[in-house]
């Protein structure tokens, strides 16, 4: 290669750049993770809103990012990875003004969905962004700085959420992420240089991005419906099942797409395969605990956002945490090693705090109980992302992330649907809480005949 091949770094300002990418990627997480205490304060802020209507708040959140995640990434490939980032942002800041001075809910709603995309824009563009700044040979730190960075911002939403929310008001779930956007605008253009793929991708099949959105969004209609319709009900039952028949008719026809939404063909890796399948049901489980949760102890125990902001913050925090401890060996020593027994001690937890709470709040347990869980999350969940990249070539990469991201989506919007479903519907918060850890239980163990599969020991043959 000759001189004047080698291409220029992206920045030349590294620690400045990753911390300014650290804080574009915490938007997503505090505006997603911010709702668990921000939803009781909603009902309250408008009284006579269904608790269906309202999970949509959240739920179109997760929906049209699992749609729009694919095609935000082409478009930082194709229009560079800087710009698309500062779009992102700017689109983002206009959301979070739209939703702080949101009149109705049917504008909050809109205000979530133009978040999503947003936040779509800036995750893909981040990432390309992180993975051109780091060395390709040190992708498990790439991956454990993206965990900390989830987990960490996922953990302070609550806590600060709850205190912004007690103190000033449910608009500052939205206010809150306006300074966060100025960092990320002012910085980025000072410290990184354009980067952008040197080949021109087409747009992805955009009936996809419908399809998904569709289904997903059918499916959770029939979840958050169950309760005034029934779950026996033919309104529940033939939502679902239209969502996982429009689920369906998308995979095969991204089989037969010259360019589809998500390259499925990327399934004949077996740990990308496997790994996507056990995130897609393990984040159910671990989406569905942390919504609802947060709500049971606001709307049923009577905490305040502040106190359930606090209680449900190690889940998230010791996951990110821990996530970046494990991404340091687990390249070596292959991911199935944490996945299992993290997964292990993720159900024992849940059942020793399902034994130990008992029928009066007992904060000492619960946060203990928070910390254990989260501990075991973060050997789960960064295990599961890595496992999904790690034998996929290089120039791949982004497009077996981009499955990845959709499949944590598309289950993070089943398990809130579910969470909240529980937390809201159930005649005391005993039966919610009985609901909601039988559910936390079961989803956790079915990823258990994928998860053991996966094999990403170095120098091992795939099956």
């Known amino acids: 290669m000759t001189a004047a091949a080698v291409p220029q770094p992206v920045t030349g300002h590294p620690a400045i750049g990753l911390t300014t990418l650290v ?9 997603l993770s ?16 269904s608790d269906p209507t309202l999970s949509w708040v959240t739920n179109i959140f997760t929906i049209v990012g699992a749609a729009t995640l694919v095609p935000a990434g082409v478009l930082a490939d194709r229009l560079g990875r800087r710009r698309m980032l500062l779009v992102g942002t700017l689109l983002f800041l206009a959301g979070s003004v739209l939703g702080g001075l949101a009149p109705s809910v049917a504008v909050l709603i809109g205000a979530r969905a133009v978040l999503a995309v947003a936040s779509s824009i ?4 981040a990432v390309a962004l992180l993975l051109a700044t780091i060395p390709a040979n040190r992708l498990p730190l790439a991956v454990g700085i993206w965990a900390v960075a ?26 809150l992420n306006l300074p966060f956007c100025l960092v990320v605008l002012i910085v980025v253009p000072l410290v990184y240089r354009e980067s952008r793929s040197g080949e021109t991708k087409a747009l992805p099949d955009p009936l996809g991005g419908v399809m998904v959105a569709g289904a997903t969004a059918l499916v959770t209609l029939g979840i ?3 309760d005034p319709w029934g779950w026996l009900d033919w309104k529940v039952v033939g939502s679902i099942v239209a969502g996982l028949v429009v689920f369906g008719l998308f995979v ?13 063909r990327l399934f004949r890796f077996p740990n990308v395969r496997r790994s996507n399948l056990a995130m897609l049901v393990f984040a159910s489980s671990w989406f569905g605990m942390f919504f609802g949760f947060t709500v049971i102890v606001i709307r049923s125990w009577g905490w305040t956002p502040i106190e359930g902001g606090f209680a449900v913050a190690p889940l998230a925090l010791f996951a990110g945490v821990v996530g970046v401890l494990i991404g340091r060996v687990a390249h070596r020593t292959g991911h199935r090693m944490f996945i299992l027994p993290g997964t292990a001690i993720y159900v024992g937890g849940t059942i020793m705090l ?7 709040p007992n904060a000492a347990v619960f946060v203990a109980g928070m910390t254990v869980i989260g501990v075991a999350t973060g050997m789960v969940f960064p295990s599961l992302m890595a496992a999904a990249v790690v034998d996929v070539p290089p120039d791949q990469h982004s497009l077996a992330s981009g499955i990845n991201f959709t499949s944590q989506r598309v289950a ?6 579910l969470g909240l479903t529980f937390a809201t519907t159930a005649a005391s918060a005993s039966e919610a809480i009985d609901l909601l850890m039988g559910m936390v239980i079961i989803t956790a163990l079915v990823s258990l005949p994928f998860s053991a599969r996966i094999d990403t020991r170095p120098h091992q043959a795939q099956s």
């Not at 800036?122 to 563009?125: L, P």
């Not at 797409?257 to 499925?264: C, D, G, T």
């Open 224 to 226: 958050v419906q169950s």
């Open 150 to 175: 989830g987990g960490t911002s996922s953990a302070v939403g609550p806590p600060v959420g709850g205190l912004a929310i007690e103190w000033f008001g449910w608009e500052w779930m939205f206010w």
């Open 122 to 125: 800036i995750n893909t563009a």
């Open 252 to 264: 095969l026809r991204t089989w037969h797409h010259a360019n589809p939404l998500v390259e499925l």
């Open 412 to 417: 993070t919007t089943i398990g809130v649907a």
């Open 354 to 360: 399902w034994v130990l709470l008992g029928d009066e």
């Open 23 to 31: 804080i574009a990627a915490s938007l997503t997480g505090i505006g």
């Open 34 to 49: 911010i709702m668990t205490v921000g939803y009781p304060a909603l009902g309250e802020a408008f009284p006579g809103t």
